[in-house]
């Protein structure tokens, strides 16, 4: 063990020759220390990503829902995404991107010719078929495998109650060798039936439908989480019928009574009991003269607040708003008719119509009630196409009265 005074000797000896260390040590010592402090307060680290970076587009460009497709050409930037969410944003994007090119890939018109092929071949089948006592139109902006028996049954609801009807089912999908195989039976039987493919150029040509959908085309609408094609689906039978008049409806609508003696006509999805007055209407079926002009102001309140994000914004929704705005105004001549008409049970109760009526009071009264006074069912697809159809039940009973192939 060293003396206390020897290491006092050692510590003073220690103390003089740091001291008389140069000045730009001390300094350069410094200088480091401070470095080190800095990279510790201001570096970051960058997670290693296992998915592919998302896209986030600028807000007036189309989202990625529609990369890759035909119509759209806007170039997006990459956005680090949050390491927590990246999977579940990556699968739900790209389960729209295949979404949305299967629905653009029905979508796209036929090429820009002087005269239109669709225009010609309907002017072509109207007056092939000028004995028709009701126009009617279909859309179908699916791919052809989701034509199925029930949207079968519903074309022949339509003729088995209006024999001398035509149906021009606009459709890309069914204007094709095989959609003409699915409507062989009805043209063998003698009934006027076509699928022509959309123009929707010449569709839209001079209604404010023709400048949103140049704007969409160039990639200045954002076509949102609701599927294109059904908001298309929205926009062209307001279109059809401002062209052409008729009366359209949906592809799961069952056709029970003539449509000859209505025009200009809408259905009330609900009815408010209190006031006596609807309080929503639905755009499933419409009948309207050729250039009504309540159809005019459809398709311009469709362009001018067109909403991707929101379902029934540009459908149902948009019907009842505008009609609230119109009515009692001189010009707008047009009859809305009760829920029973058309939508004798709405989207909550549509299941009860597959059920089998013999267990409930309350069905055997409602298919008296659809006996008397309805015109047409709407199945209200969306929320009954997984549904079985019981026997006995109310659409069984509707889709053994709507046979015209029952024994083939």
Known sequence: MAHPLEQSMKLSHLKRSMLSLPISFFALLLLLLLSYNAFTVFSFHVPKHT????????????????????????TLSPLLPNTTQSFSLS??????????????????SEPNFPLSPF?????????????????????????????????????????????????????????????????????????????????FGYIFKDTHAEAWFNRL???????????????????????????????YIDADVMVLKSFSKLRNTIGAQNFDAL??????????????????????????EFALTFDGNKWGHNGPYLISRVVAR???????????????????VDWRGIRSLFRDQVRSKWLVKKMDQIRKESLAVHLWNRHSRKLKVVKGSIVDTIISSCCIFCNT
Not at 126 to 144: G, Y
């Open 51 to 74: 998915t592919p970076l998302l896209h986030s587009p600028s807000p007036l460009s189309v989202p990625a829902s529609s990369l890759n497709s035909t119509l759209f050409n806007n």
């Open 275 to 300: 006031t006596g007055k609807w309080s929503r209407l639905n755009n499933a079926v419409l009948i309207f003269d050729k250039k009504h002009p309540l159809l005019f102001k459809f398709i311009e």
């Open 326 to 344: 119109v009515s009692g105004r001189p010009g707008f001549n047009f009859t809305v008719l009760p829920p029973s008409a058309f939508y004798p």
């Open 217 to 247: 085309k160039e990639g200045n609408v954002n076509p949102g989480e609701v599927s294109l094609g059904q908001n298309l689906s929205n926009l062209l039978r307001l279109a059809l019928l401002y062209k052409f008049g008729g009366a």
């Open 119 to 199: 225009r010609a071949r309907l002017k072509a089948f109207f007056n092939n078929t000028s004995s028709c006592k009701v126009r009617f139109f279909m859309t179908w902006i699916s791919p052809l495998k989701g034509f199925g028996e029930r949207e079968f049954v519903s074309v022949e609801s339509l003729f088995k109650s209006h024999p001398q009807a035509c149906l021009v089912i606009v459709s890309k999908s069914l204007d094709s060798h095989l959609g003409t195989r699915i409507l062989k039976p009805f043209v063998s039987k003698g009934f006027k039936v076509i699928a022509i493919a959309p123009d």
């Open 91 to 108: 699968s739900h994007r790209s389960r729209r991107v295949r979404k949305h090119k299967r629905g653009l890939r029905s979508l796209r």
